[in-house]
């Protein structure tokens, strides 16, 4: 990068931080944010801990992070390394966050499938964490819809994709492109309930 | 290696799903990895994602393992680019335009009128999960005391999993 300003407007000076600090920073939250929620952890490492960006900052481009697919973290890491260190950051940022995980992923589908059948125990367990899993994205889901789900017509968008999923059995790309469209056009500029803070 | 195309193709359609969460795209998942490629079976398929749940950093590593189950360390590291490749320009380049985007009022009715479909998106994803998961009352009960347990205190969920994994070795042989 020469020492022309970014082209595109950041929310802020970034201070100085190598590709390296970025690597190495984001390696850390990869590694340690175990239990999920690692957008929390993504706070207080870079908000709290390194100061790499404003609190608002981060309240703002997470919310770009729900609106996109992609996963809230992996986004975060590349939408922080962007505002960083541009693309490179972007790109080591997001390097940094899945590394960890995806590495402890790998070791745990081998160690699977060379105990494929042989260990009833296994099973066993592996029954057990899954009713666990389920009961924690219930959770996660429950609190982010106390949030969000403020009026009545969203409870309406919440059962319409559930039932075209799980009951109609529809594609979920169908299904998020025609709930989404109606909620997209119910919440058009105009009918906005609330002005969503910019 | 033969694979690596189809498992290119299906987590890169997958990442293009995981609107409000990775949880999102499970049941399309499911379908394509079990019913479509016949890739591992349903409780296979299962059993890794709530491993995954234990593994730190963004809560889908898990197709990093499906990526290794079919087709070694290189099939792993296909399936991580092709899951966070797509989504990631996409994001870079939104990222960029956001502030530009600041006065075009649809801005504000994409991101109020996705909030509560991609709420939807996971509770589905969760059933998904829950129909080959919960399938009677110890599993029942696990599940609800684990969502309990989250909601009533701010406990981390480690240890409530592992707690899981030893009520299920007793109760499930």
């Known amino acids: 990068m020469s020492e022309a300003?970014?082209?595109?407007?950041?929310?802020?000076?970034p201070p100085s931080v190598t590709l390296t600090d970025i690597f190495v920073g984001f390696l850390v939250i990869g590694a340690t944010s175990f239990g999920g929620g690692v957008v929390a952890y993504l706070r207080s490492g870079l908000v709290g801990r390194r100061k790499w960006i404003a609190d608002e900052t981060f309240v703002e481009l997470l919310s770009i992070c729900q609106t996109l697919p992609g996963l809230n973290a992996s986004n975060m890491a590349i939408l922080v390394g962007d505002r960083l260190r541009?693309?490179?950051?972007?790109?080591?940022?997001?390097?940094?966050i899945c590394l960890p995980g995806a590495l402890m992923m790998v070791a745990a589908a081998a160690a699977y499938a060379a105990s494929r059948g042989s260990e009833v125990g296994i099973g066993a367990v592996l029954h057990g964490v899954s009713a666990a899993a389920v009961g924690?994205?219930?959770?996660?889901?429950?609190?982010?819809?106390?949030?969000?789900?403020?009026?009545?017509?969203d409870l309406v968008f919440v059962a319409l994709t559930v039932i075209g999923v799980d009951l109609m059995h529809q594609s979920v790309l169908l299904v998020l492109v025609v709930v989404g469209a109606l909620a997209i056009y119910w919440y058009r500029p105009g009918r906005l309930p609330e002005h969503v803070k910019p | 290696m033969s694979q690596l195309p189809a498992l290119i193709a299906v987590f890169a359609y997958l990442s293009l799903l995981t609107v409000g969460g990775g949880m999102a795209a499970f049941p399309e998942m499911k379908t394509l990895v079990v019913d479509n490629h016949h890739w591992m079976t349903f409780p296979q398929l299962i059993h890794l994602y709530s491993v995954g749940q234990m593994a730190p950093g963004p809560n889908m590593m898990m197709i990093a393992g499906i990526g290794q189950w079919v087709a070694g360390p290189v099939g792993a590291l296909a399936v991580v680019l092709a899951f966070f490749l797509p989504t990631?320009?996409?994001?870079?380049?939104?990222g960029r335009l956001w502030n530009r985007l600041?006065?075009?009022?649809?801005?504000?009715?994409?991101?109020?009128?996705?909030?509560?479909?991609?709420?939807?998106?996971?509770?589905?994803?969760a059933i998904s999960i829950a129909r080959g998961t919960i399938t009677g009352v110890p599993s029942a009960a696990i599940m609800v005391a684990v969502f309990g347990l989250l909601l009533a205190t701010r406990i981390n969920p480690i240890p409530l999993i592992g707690a899981a994994a030893v009520v299920g070795y007793f109760a499930f042989r």
């Open chain 1, 5 to 13: 300003p970014a082209p595109e407007a950041p929310f802020e000076t």
């Open chain 1, 136 to 153: 924690l994205v219930l959770a996660v889901t429950f609190q982010l819809g106390r949030k969000s789900l403020t009026r009545m017509s």
């Open chain 1, 86 to 96: 541009g693309t490179a950051g972007a790109a080591v940022a997001l390097a940094g």
């Open chain 2, 88 to 94: 990631g320009l996409l994001t870079l380049w939104v």
């Open chain 2, 102 to 125: 600041d006065h075009w009022p649809w801005r504000a009715s994409i991101q109020r009128g996705l909030a509560p479909v991609s709420i939807g998106l996971l509770l589905a994803g």
